[in-house]
């Protein structure tokens, strides 16, 4: 996914936090997230861009109010980790650039990020554990048919997004880039008619040509994979317990589970 570096502001931030410290470091009484520098004693804390579909979906019957694949894998790596799961709903502009995490608002960000060397500058993420491709959705009665069909067009993206890259990259120079906060306002925006398309990750794509009346008519392969990030400096732990918990999901099955009820094929 869903990028300027900001690493001056976030090292100024992490050094306030650091210097700030807390009586609530998760779990240094020897239970539950023992060593794992929680923002609050046995709770993984995580920051999400919400709604993001499939990935992230609010759910008033989910025990943290929300779900998709995203939320389903993290509640499966607090229970394995013996903590609650409490999600917060954060724009992904912030998450993306490492100043949510570093600011101590969380302790790991799940919201459909893929891995970058410009993210990895200033987050440390967990091993892969999605692969994505990009894609273009259109009205149905649409005539645009690839990306080199959006000149003089308008296309909507999503700030700080591998999407928005993609689409500066590869479209029209004649086309009009519009980027929006979240796939939410931009799918508003397409349904209200003030954008031509939407470029953007596929399986959210794939979810509103469920629902509306839209074709997805081009994916590209962009050798994109999904992490999950932590802030750089005494995380390393609650990074690798992470990493643990991912590998005992795909040995157990359960990793297929989750992912076969959204994606519908390992």
Partial sequence: MRASTLGAVVAAVTLTVASCGSDDDGGDDGSSGTDL???????????????????????????????????????AIADGLGLELAVQDTGFEALQSGLTLASGQCDIAASAMTITKEREANLDFTDPYYDSEQSLLVPTDSDIASIDDLAGASVGVQQGT?????????????????????????????????????????????????????????????????????????????????????????????????????????
């Fill in 37 to 75: 520098n929680l923002v609050s004693d046995g709770t993984l804390t995580v920051c999400s861009d919400i709604p993001y579909p499939p990935f992230e979906v609010p759910d008033d019957t989910a025990p943290s109010g929300y779900t998709g694949f995203d939320i389903e894998l993290m509640q």
């Fill in 162 to 266: 591998t999407g928005k890259s993609y689409t500066e990259d590869n479209a029209p120079e004649d086309a009009d880039i519009v980027a929006f906060p979240s796939d939410a306002e931009m799918y508003s925006a397409l349904e209200a008619g003030q954008v031509d398309a939407l470029l953007q990750d596929l399986p959210v794509n794939v979810e509103h040509a469920k629902t509306g009346d839209y074709t997805i008519v081009e994916k590209y392969q962009t050798d994109e994979s999904y992490g999950f990030a932590v802030a750089e400096d005494d995380y390393d732990a609650l990074r690798e317990a992470t990493n643990e918990q991912l590998q005992t999901l795909r040995d157990d099955g359960t990793y297929d589970k989750i992912y076969e009820s959204y994606f519908g094929t390992k």
